[in-house]
């Protein structure tokens, strides 16, 4: 254990390895000294996980609060470290208001995309120099997960609906208008695993970014989000070339949202379940990183503050906590933390 605790976190490793480890933050944590200890050791990047989405930013039509996410740039200014926007257009996290007032049609949903990009892309300049513009475009393919899903390759949200396809180019457009030199990303979920679903749903990302690109709309980079859950299988080729695919269109690849939901049923003990998140983790970020990607970013740091404890959807319902973020519960480095230091280090 001793030769464990002096391995350099996780921050030091990545960068001198030339790469850059983020995990995503809550503002409602800060005021913890261990967590926010570990976040400013460990994490170069930071995330905010609830605080730049629109219910936080504009949670009434005039009424905008940039207070939580300045709590987290000035957090990383503090600490040196970046920040990463996340997520200007999404299906979720919207205020009732928004959705009400998109659903009055294209001419009103683009004046209310255009206006809280206008105020809040000068506002974080200084701060935020990638952001997730678009957010989880993609449909999930119809399946027994998903029994209402359609034919349609992009998800029918209210934004779409208001705008049709062209809301993606749209909020892409505005976004290098009002800030040349911004990173602008797509992110996206259910595109890393080897099932028919994933299949689908890399295809139909690979045709939305092909189509983005050959109408010269602007994009940098793409987000993958690595929600990965070990009762599905991972096969490092079939994932390694999408990974090219997207290398090849030019983009650059970030991994915005790792971590690990563990099998249905748990081996017996901990070391054994343990073991099996950081096989996962190390496969997939290996790679990740041989398909030119350098960041990685977890969501989170500790089994004790993840979604997938915390949320209901995901979390356990036999009430065991899943064990699958670098740190356990107690704040310690689990072997997923191991997997990211030899994965980037
Ligand atoms: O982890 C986030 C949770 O705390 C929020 O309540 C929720 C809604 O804002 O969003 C969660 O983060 C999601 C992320 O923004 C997009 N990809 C899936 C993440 C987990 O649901």
Redesign the pocket.
């Known amino acids: 254990m001793a030769a464990q605790a002096s391995l350099a976190p996780l921050r030091q490793q990545a960068r001198a390895a030339g790469r850059a480890f983020g995990a ?1 933050i ?1 503002t409602d944590l800060l005021s913890d000294a261990d967590y926010t200890r570990l976040f400013s050791t460990e994490a170069e990047i930071l995330v905010p ?2 605080e730049g ?1 629109w219910d936080t930013l504009q949670p009434t039509e005039a009424g905008f609060d940039l207070a939580p996410l300045r709590a987290i740039t000035g957090f990383a200014q503090a600490h040196q470290q970046r920040v990463r926007g ?2 200007l257009v ?1 299906h ?2 919207m205020p009732p208001w928004l959705v009400a007032r998109l659903a009055e049609g294209a001419s009103t949903a683009r004046a209310l995309l255009e206006a809280h990009f206008n105020h809040v892309l000068p506002a974080t300049r200084a701060t935020i120099r990638d952001w997730d513009v678009v ?2 475009p993609i449909a999930n393919p119809p399946g027994a997960d998903n029994p209402q899903a359609g034919a349609n390759p992009l998800r029918e949200s209210p934004w779409f609906r208001a705008l049709g396809p062209d809301y993606i180019e749209i909020a892409l457009r505005w976004a290098r208008a009002l800030d040349p030199t911004l990173r602008l990303t797509i992110n996206d ?1 259910g595109i890393e695993e080897a099932t028919p679903d994933a299949d689908i749903k890399r295809e139909r990302l690979l045709a939305l970014l092909r189509r983005l690109l050959d109408r010269g709309a602007p994009l940098d980079a793409l987000g993958i ?1 690595a ?1 990965l859950q070990l009762r599905r299988p991972f096969d490092p080729d079939r994932f390694g070339r999408f990974l090219s695919a997207v290398r090849d269109m030019g983009l650059a690849i970030l991994v915005t ?1 790792l971590d690990v939901r563990e099998a249905d049923t748990l081996p017996p003990d901990l070391a054994a379940r343990d073991a099996a998140v950081a096989d996962r983790v190390r496969a997939f970020t290996t790679t990740a990183m041989q398909a030119g990607c350098r960041t990685i970013i977890t ?1 989170g740091l500790t089994d004790k503050h993840s ?1 997938l404890t ?2 209901a959807d995901v979390a356990r319902r036999d009430g065991v906590l899943t064990r699958g973020l670098p740190f356990d519960s107690e704040l310690q480095r689990k072997p997923m933390w191991h997997a990211l230091a030899a994965a980037m280090g």
């Open positions: 995503a809550r996980e609830w989405k996340h997520a999404w979720n996290a957010n989880e979920y989000q929600h949202e969501w979604w915390q949320d």
